[in-house]
């Protein structure tokens, strides 16, 4: 009896690896690719994260297409190493590196201020830094880190560069989101507060990518008749240093079944500059298509009360007329 318990076991837990197997694998063979001809020339882009992984990869391509491109990165080594790799294997000289905590409103603000006093304007901005952290620790300013890499960083940053953004027509934001926020929740009002027991931090994430929706959809309201277009994305299961954290055996694993940065990359290029997207806002893409997201990601009366509560947040480093 309890050999036959066994077998039966045994048999479930290896059909599931192999429909896991199977099914990542089609994933991955079938992920889609960004075929757009578009050229850059003339064009400023900045790409937070852009030193490794689906960051690095699409400021290779857009570099690629002859665009100015700003790798916003924290780690002044890393960044470096990425510009240079990026001018070697593309032959474009106008990749630069400019150091972004975005664990640090202050230091958002200086990058904000720099950005602003030595560029004209700037085309596309896409926000792609994010983080997946174990530990639950509180940034210089108080909010737990993940929360404000994720989505208060990034919320600062695109605000303090909408009018430079909004100074060209046809600009972009494109924020990365994640397939996770369809488990995400959001509650504004103590969102940037430190989460009390360990199933809330590991739930953390998810609600960060939900509040990149939510931040999407509330923007994109707010850009209305501006010709700046603003849409959010999951780029697909994709092996990069996200899963730093993760065991040696669970990394290897994933390296197995998982896409390759660049074809992570494939549909923040394409809201970046595929010609057909020049109106589209405010949309979910998924293998460059658009998706419906989760009901929660469409909810405007949290992403209204989102926004409200972040304004506050950040208000220190906001012009005082909230002119953006
Ligand atoms: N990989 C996936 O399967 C997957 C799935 C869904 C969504 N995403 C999203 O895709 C985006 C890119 O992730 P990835 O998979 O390419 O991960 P990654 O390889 O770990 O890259 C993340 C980037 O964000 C940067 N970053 C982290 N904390 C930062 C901070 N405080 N200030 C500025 N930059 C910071 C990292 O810099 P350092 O190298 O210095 O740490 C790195 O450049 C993230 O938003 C993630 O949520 C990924």
């Known amino acids: 009896m309890e050999t036959n ?11 599931i690896f192999i429909f896991v197997f199977v099914w990542c694998s089609y994933i991955k063979i079938m992920s889609k690719i960004c075929n757009c001809k578009t050229v850059l020339s003339g064009k400023i882009v900045i790409v937070t994260g852009a030193n490794t992984g689906i960051g690095f990869e699409t400021a290779k391509d857009l570099a690629k297409r002859d665009a100015k491109v700003i790798l916003a990165c924290r780690d002044m080594n890393k960044g470096l190493e990425a510009e240079k790799i990026i001018k070697t294997e593309t032959g474009n000289t106008n990749v630069h590196f400019k150091q972004l905590d975005l664990a640090s409103f202050l230091s958002v603000a200086r990058f904000a ?62 924020n990365v989101s994640s397939i996770m926020h369809y488990i995400g929740k959001v509650d504004p009002d103590n969102f940037h507060k430190k989460v009390k027991t360990s199933l809330q931090h590991r739930r953390l994430y998810s609600d960060t990518k939900l509040a990149n929706m939510l931040f999407t959809l509330k923007l994109n309201e707010l850009l209305h ?93 906001l012009p005082a007329d909230k002119s953006y």
Request: proline share 5%; net charge positive; with cysteine.
């Open 5 to 15: 318990v066994l077998k039966v076991i045994f048999i479930t837990v290896t059909a």
């Open 113 to 174: 201020e720099d950005i602003i006093r030595t560029q004209p304007f700037i085309n596309i901005l896409i926000n792609n830094a994010g983080m997946g952290k174990l530990d639950n620790s509180l940034t210089e300013d108080n909010i737990p880190i993940e929360v404000q890499v994720n989505h208060y960083g990034p919320f600062l940053l695109t605000l303090l560069l909408l009018p430079l953004i909004k100074r060209h027509p046809d600009s972009r934001i494109v």
């Open 225 to 317: 008749g501006s010709y700046v277009t603003v849409n959010c994305l999951h780029p697909g299961a994709v092996y990069t240093d996200i899963f730093r954290h993760q065991p040696y055996i669970m990394k290897l694993i994933f390296r197995l079944l998982m896409k390759s940065s660049w074809q992570g990359a494939q549909t923040v290029i394409h809201l970046a500059i595929a010609p057909n997207l020049a109106n589209t806002s405010g949309k979910y893409f998924v293998e460059c298509k658009e998706k419906e997201p989760a009901k929660r990601a469409l909810d405007m009366d949290v992403a209204n009360r989102l926004w409200l509560t972040s304004e506050k947040i950040v208000e220190t480093y």
